[in-house]
């Protein structure tokens, strides 16, 4: 069970001042920024947790002006592409069009273990179980025909050491859907201190939101973007092939 998303105690915080998170921008227009999120770092005070991303997007204000809101979320271990709203018109859009499936998301993960397919779809319903009457609330996701419709789409992209760099676009948005997916094929994540074989301490999770890429209206320019591989990863992807590009 995770209990109010502190399994274990919290890692060091991942403060970033200023120029650390301006300098994480891979994207900005009138409407949106996409950040590269450290691993590490909450997007938002839940629990326990004090120190969150949402803290520092004052960083990204304009002088006197309003700073960019979360259009979505990512796993506090998961790094990468992060896509903030600039203004409401923005943040409805992207909220519009995440529901939709007309924002394309792609991810990098390194796995224990090698599928037995080198591509494939993972269509598992997924449902939030909660654990009545814990002291704290305590919740875990399972694969479970009741549950939410999930399906992830996945490629090995290399190999080493008995371990797989995957390549990930899921369809649906459900809370810890790839990692879920991904130990129910037998091939957990690296680091993974819930959905594997063992319990871990959180802070080494192998997933990276690798790019986004959508277009809010025909009238703007599309948009893209690329996170770098984090440097927690750069080891166990360049085992699997990986050659730092």
């Known amino acids: ?10 890692p060091p915080p991942a403060s970033l001042t200023a120029d650390q998170l301006r300098a994480r921008v891979l994207h900005r ?6 950040i590269d999120k450290p691993a590490g770092l909450a997007v938002h005070k839940a ?7 949402e803290l520092y997007l004052p960083h990204l204000a304009e002088p006197d002006g309003e700073p960019p809101k979360l259009a979505h979320r990512l796993d506090r271990d998961t790094a990468g592409c992060l896509i903030l709203g600039r203004m ?5 859009r992207l909220g519009q069009m995440f529901a939709a499936g007309h924002v394309e ?3 990098w993960a ?5 599928p037995a397919a080198e591509a494939g779809v993972i269509d598992l319903p997924l449902l939030k179980k909660i654990e009545a009457g814990a002291a704290r609330s305590s919740w875990t996701i399972l694969p479970d025909p009741a549950g939410q419709p999930a399906v992830t789409e996945y490629r090995v992209l290399g190999t080493g050491n008995g371990r797989s760099w995957l390549e990930l676009r899921p369809r649906t948005g459900r809370t810890h859907q790839i990692r879920v997916h991904c130990a129910a094929l037998g091939c957990p994540l690296t680091g993974e201190p819930f959905y594997g ?7 080494n999770l192998h997933l990276l939101a690798r790019s986004v890429a959508f277009r809010m209206a025909f009238e703007y320019e599309p948009v893209s973007a690329i996170a770098p591989a984090p440097e927690h ?8 092939g990986w050659r730092g590009e």
């Open 88 to 92: 409401p018109w923005a943040l409805k």
């Open 47 to 53: 629990g326990r947790i004090t120190d969150h991303l």
């Open 29 to 34: 227009d009138e409407q949106c920024f996409v």
């Open 1 to 10: 069970m995770i209990p109010d998303s502190l399994a274990f105690p919290s």
């Open 233 to 240: 990863m750069r080891d166990a992807l360049s085992a699997c």
């Open 197 to 203: 074989p063992e319990r871990r301490p959180p802070g």
């Open 105 to 107: 998301k792609t991810y």
């Open 110 to 114: 390194v796995a224990d273990g090698i």
